[in-house]
């Protein structure tokens, strides 16, 4: 039996690295709530005027591609035929509602400033915590991102095959793919950002929406960078999951118990 | 959190010595801290715990502002509007005017396009288009004024009094869509040194007595405009549209062109402009939308 007054000679202690600075952390997860406010406003304000139109339909009036889209699913997916209203199917489903243009620009403008300012604590944070640095792309990542990338795509079918499937090696804290994704996101929300600006202050901003290729213009850059955010969304939320809960506690609590990047290639392997 | 625990390595963790990065842009290595599984727990069980408190709070508060129509379809009954939730609302919309008017500059013209950029405007009445009826006794009511007098002005008055201008702007709808159309007629400029308004003005009421609601009946449309505005020299009473003169469509015979404002303020077939020292009500404000629509 130890005596209890003894020192022990030998502490059992764990080795953490610093992953995310604590206000990238908290924008990071702010961008959750805001993204999805700017997202489901902002369907409900394209609806008001969409930018992908045609020639009115001769018997339903109907113009607007995503109603369209909307009619499509109703008429051909089981379960959805009886559908009260197919032309507003998309509009119920992926925004506030159709008919609700004043209540969407409200949410979308408290949204956007949110968003802006959240865009600037995110960058404070990766100035103080350093974090930007593993950000930049470097001229290797072009290569190594097809690597990573053949490396994702064959994961599954190796596993089911059971034969084994190396990581590519690296040394960095993100690897090419990811660093391409994080680098590009921000500078998409910058983008949002920017074309909105464009969009919502066309005359005193004029030279603004001329940068984007005039007003129309914008509002199709403005549109489109909509879908940066849900294409990188997909893969993100899948590894996050396959890669396991230190991945995710890094986000929430700053740090990882994995120290070394081989630490972090023998998990994912 | 883990920077108070490399300060005080008694604490059960110490911060682990590293090398100074070579170079500015390369990645440097992470820091790293030893400690005590316990206290690693712990710290783990209190950042998940605030985090999901946020996280809650994030969800309930951003939710919590949702339209009715959108709760409704959700299928919650209950009505989750609260006087709180439209003030902080509409305090959001108030900001973002605020900005708008700061952005503003009378010295600041809007782009101008040549014929051959002009795009197709269609009659964007809200209700009915009016009858052309009223045309032959149609008058511009002018109030507020310096001389205390309410004077009528008829369109041949108007026409010939002041010097025409010309412009091709663009007219951006709250909708998203926007027409660049070919405009003439007089500078509301001219119109208040011609008329000059009481001197505590600041603010102008337009108002068109014609406007219909979508069934047809009378909706008497009105709309704020503040003075600084209507100063500007692109800003239009215009009686010409497309080298033609206005047609019923866009607002005969006299429409108000303020390409520096969203369309719903250039008000079609002016009836009335009353000048005031406190912002008047705006047709389109009372029903949700912004009030000053600078863009």
Not at chain 1, 135 to 163: Q, S
Not at chain 1, 208 to 224: D, E, K, M
Not at chain 2, 143 to 154: E, M
Not at chain 2, 198 to 225: C, H, I, T
């Amino acid at each position: 039996m130890p005596n209890s007054t003894s020192t022990l000679p030998h502490q059992p202690y764990v080795l953490v690295a610093k992953r995310h600075h604590f206000l990238v952390r908290w924008s990071h997860w702010l961008n959750v709530p805001i993204l999805l406010g700017l997202i489901l406003s902002g369907i409900s304000i394209y609806w008001a005027s969409p930018v992908y139109q045609h020639k009115p339909d001769p018997t339903t009036g109907n113009f607007d591609v995503a109603a369209d889209i909307g009619i499509w699913i109703c008429a051909h997916v089981p379960g959805l035929h009886q559908y009260s209203n197919p032309s507003d199917l998309i509009y119920n489903h992926l925004s506030l509602g159709p008919g609700m243009l004043a209540l969407a620009l409200r949410l979308h403008w408290l949204c956007a400033y949110l968003f802006v300012l959240n865009g600037l604590m995110y960058v404070a944070g990766l100035v103080l915590g350093g974090g930007w640095r593993s950000l930049l792309p470097r001229r290797t990542d072009v290569l190594d991102a097809l690597k990573m990338f053949r490396y994702y795509i064959g994961f599954p079918f190796a596993k089911l095959t059971r034969r084994k499937w190396l990581h590519p090696r690296f040394n960095t804290k993100y690897n090419a793919l990811q660093r391409a994704a994080y680098f590009s996101v921000p500078v998409a929300g910058c983008l949002s950002a920017t074309t909105g600006w464009a969009i919502h202050k066309p005359m005193q901003l004029h030279w603004l929406p001329a940068i984007f290729g005039g007003y129309n213009a914008a509002r199709v850059w403005h549109f489109w960078l909509l879908w940066i955010y849900i294409l990188f969304l997909v893969p993100h939320l899948a590894l996050v999951f396959a890669d396991g809960w230190d991945t995710l506690r890094s986000m929430i609590v700053g740090w990882s118990t994995r120290v070394e990047p081989s630490q972090v290639i023998a998990h994912d392997q | 959190m883990i920077n108070r625990e490399n300060r005080n390595p008694s604490v059960a963790a110490k911060p682990v010595a590293m090398k100074k990065p070579e170079r500015f842009f390369a990645e440097q290595p992470p820091e790293k801290i030893e400690m005590a599984p316990g206290r690693l727990h712990q710290l783990t069980r209190r950042d998940a715990l605030l985090f999901g408190a946020g996280a809650l709070a994030a969800m309930v508060g951003g939710g919590s502002l949702l339209p009715q129509e959108t709760f409704s379809r959700l299928g919650v009954r209950r009505n989750m509007d609260s006087p709180g939730k439209e003030w902080f609302l509409n305090q959001a919309l108030r900001i973002d005017d605020d900005v708008a008017e700061a952005l503003y500059s009378g010295n600041r013209r809007v782009p101008t396009y040549t014929k051959s950029q002009i795009t197709p405007l269609k009659n964007n009445y809200n209700g009915a288009t009016p009858d052309s009826g009223y045309i032959s006794a149609w008058n511009l009511t002018l109030g507020g004024l310096a001389s205390g007098l309410s004077i009528s002005l008829d369109i041949r008055h108007l026409a010939t009094r002041f010097s025409v201008h010309e412009q091709i702007t663009r007219l951006v709808c709250v909708e998203g869509w926007s027409a660049v159309a070919w405009w003439a007629g007089l500078r509301f400029d001219d119109l208040l040194r011609g008329y000059p308004p009481m001197s505590q003005a600041k603010w102008a009421r337009v108002e068109s007595s014609v406007n219909l609601d979508a069934s047809g009946n009378p909706d008497p449309y009105f709309m704020s405009l503040d003075l600084a505005t209507a100063r500007h020299p692109q800003t239009l009473l215009a009686t010409h549209f497309n080298g033609q003169p206005l047609t019923v469509d866009h607002g005969a015979p006299l429409r108000l062109l303020v390409p520096v404002k969203l369309g719903l303020k250039n008000v079609k077939a002016i009836t009335g402009i009353t000048y005031l020292a406190d912002e008047p009500k705006d047709y389109w404000a009372e029903r949700g939308y912004s009030r000053y629509d600078g863009i």
